[in-house]
């Protein structure tokens, strides 16, 4: 007696194919078949296309700000003067970015004066934030100092001042002109405190990419910085880079101890890591709702096959006379349903991958359509729609677009494996 043939066997798949070419007097199951098709390439679509922009969102964001900013921020606590006020300013600044760079996992650590002034410029004015940084340090932040987005000589940073590219165009300000800084806390005179103003010359023009960052964030030397701040011998915080950014908070002690009894630090997980939290919710939640989709997607599987096994009862009575198992049949029907999900799963990798590599001319295309305006920076934070395709994205859009194609397909098949041959041949 010759043995039973292998599960999914030539015969079975050439049946299932030939099953999937619909018939005239079957248009309806050919219907149900381009439904669940085209349902399911669309919904793996959109399912790695959100997961590909939500990947590239976070990385963009973390990226300018770990370019852009300190890892970590030391800091003194408060201590009342003689005159009974509040000073965090640190005096041994050079000293204490000193102990801190030894510290290993540290890159540099770079004294800081930060204060909020007004600039002006050919009758432009707008309120910006200085930061007074050692121009060695600041050439060493690469979300400022950039050759492909910068404007200016970086050379030339000890010489003047670096406007970001917001601040620049909102003062109509270029490189060589000579910007107004007004400070309301200035000389000390008799009759009280008068604003200091000083004009300085543009040397540089920077893009960080985001847009609270540019448009609001100058930077200066540190030695002008203090004498324009009335901040002589002294600086409000200690900039600090880390090898390592993901690893900041194991740091922290270590920090801590070599900054001094006084000290507090700030780190970059903390100034974003509620936004970086929600970031994450929303991604989890995102793909909760798609996963939703892909499943009522698939579910259409179930409503072809269901009018297959319905329209093939005749078929399915011969094929089980003729000799073939229960097994046969659930799997020749296993393959209709599986191979609508493949094919759909596949098309959807297709166009998921595609638009996620070309979203800046897709982007581009529809802002034309639109008449322009259909992203705005100072809402969004960021000048244009990232995506990031990651292959863990992609794995998880295909596991779970199969597996729940495979599953559902179930049901269906083990109905035709399990109909009576003679009540199928009864009325033929």
Known sequence: MAGSPMPFSGFEWMIARRYLRAQRAEGGVAVMTWISLIGITLAVFALIATLAVRSGFRTEFVGTILGANAHVTVYQGAQATETGQLDR????????????????????ASPLVKAQVLAANRGRNAGVE???IAPEALAGMPGIINDETGVGDPARLGEGIALGSGVARELGAAVGDR????????????????????????????????????????????????????????????????????????????????AGPRALIWTWRDASGGFLRALEVEDNVMFIILSILVLIAAMNIVS???????NKGRDIGILRTIGLSQGSILRIFFI??????????????????????????????VNFLM??????????????????????????????????????????????????????????
């Open 89 to 108: 300013t640190i005096s041994d600044y050079d000293a204490m970015a000193a102990r801190l760079a030894e510290v290993p996992g540290v890159l540099r």
């Open 304 to 310: 072809g096959l269901i009018m297959l096994v319905k």
């Open 336 to 365: 209709c349903g599986a191979l609508t999900g493949m094919i759909g799963t596949f098309a959807g990798v297709i166009l998921g991958c595609l638009f996620a590599i070309y979203i800046d001319p897709i982007f581009s295309f």
């Open 371 to 428: 008449g322009g305006g259909v992203w705005d920076p100072a809402i969004r934070g960021i000048y244009a729609l990232p995506a990031e395709l990651r292959g863990v994205d992609v794995a998880k859009a295909v596991g779970l677009s199969l597996g729940l194609s495979f599953v559902v397909t179930i049901f269906p098949a083990r109905r035709a494996a399990r109909l009576n041959p003679v009540e199928a041949l009864r009325y033929e």
């Open 130 to 132: 200085v930061f007074g």
């Open 179 to 258: 910007v107004r800084l007004i400070s309301p806390d200035g000389v000390k005179t008799p009759m009280g405190v008068s604003p200091r103003a000083n004009a300085y010359e543009v040397v540089y023009i920077f893009s960080a990419g985001r847009y609270d960052i540019d448009r609001t964030r100058v930077y200066m030397p540190l030695s002008e910085a203090q004498i324009f701040f009335n901040r002589e011998g002294l600086a409000d915080e200690i900039e600090v880079m880390v090898e390592v950014p993901e690893r900041v908070d194991r740091l922290g002690p270590q920090l801590l101890e070599a």
